[in-house]
Nanobody
Framework: VQLQASGGGLVQAGDSLRLACVVSGGTASGFTMAWFRQAPEKEREFVAA????????YYADSVKGRFTISRDSAKNTVSLQMNGLKPEDTAVYYC??????????????????WGQGTLVTVSS
């Protein structure tokens, strides 16, 4: 399974961006898919996840109400719609996949499949 993330860029505070993660070699709906992010000199942190099959969604408190994770089965893609971006959202964003679902879905160590990362920079 390969994951290809895209959609990052340079935006101003308050703007929106949509990240996409295309899954190849597997079916997106068959995995728990997640987005993590890593800012300079910080640990990788959980952003959002969507559970395999059921599509139940999980969010970090820092992005709840601003970010939305979704899955498009026809395109075999998982997206992260980011609204109301803040400078503290600046990071490299990674998509990840695992099977089966785990209650530890918010731990990066639980994922073995990763995309290459896409940089999001939010200026104030």
């Amino acid at each position: 399974v390969q994951l290809q993330a895209s959609g990052g860029g340079l935006v101003q505070a308050g703007d929106s961006l949509r990240l996409a993660c295309v899954v190849s070699g597997g079916t997106a709906s068959g995995f728990t898919m997640a987005w993590f992010r890593q800012a300079p000199e910080k640990e990788r942190e959980f952003v959002a996840a969507i559970r395999e099959n059921s599509g139940m969604k999980y969010y970090a408190d820092s992005v709840k109400g601003r970010f939305t994770i979704s899955r498009d089965s026809a395109k075999n893609t998982v997206s992260l719609q980011m609204n109301g971006l803040k400078p503290e959202d600046t990071a490299v964003y990674y998509c990840a996949a695992r099977w089966p679902h785990t209650l530890r879905y918010y731990y990066a160590d639980e994922y073995r499949m990763w995309g290459q990362g896409t940089l999001v920079t939010v200026s104030s």
